[in-house]
Nanobody, 122 residues
């Protein structure tokens, strides 16, 4: 059974930092050849792209809203999102996703994690 499991969410003050992690399991070997990425969904809004990384790390994409503040990285089937200079508008449920193709839109994801809450508030 294929699973993506996120961790690292929580409550942080504006300007603070958090690091999210995602671990892939199941379907031995396939995730090492998959794009992996992060999406987020704020209350009352649709799910939006945050960042993604190719299986070899040679292609990385970011949403304009997080460029210069967030950094995505991966080590085979582990993926991370370092979030710095957090703003209140970053508050959302963050989802890990995986796809055999480029992953810059929710429709491209083949697998989803269950999500982890990030709240930025003073």
């Amino acid at each position: 059974q294929v699973q993506l499991l996120e961790s690292g969410g929580g409550l942080v003050q504006p300007g603070g930092s958090l690091r999210l992690s995602c671990a892939a399991s199941g379907a031995s070997g396939i995730f090492s050849r998959y794009y992996m990425g992060w999406f987020r969904q704020a209350p009352g809004k649709g799910r939006e792209f945050v960042a993604s990384v190719s299986w070899g790390g040679d292609r990385i994409d970011y949403a304009d809203s997080v460029k210069g503040r967030f950094t995505i990285s991966r080590d085979n089937i582990l993926m991370y999102l370092q979030m710095n200079s957090l703003k209140s508008e970053d508050t959302a449920v963050y989802y890990c996703a995986a796809s055999p193709t480029t992953l810059t839109a929710p429709a491209r994801a083949s697998y989803w994690g269950q999500g982890t809450q990030v709240t930025v508030s003073s």
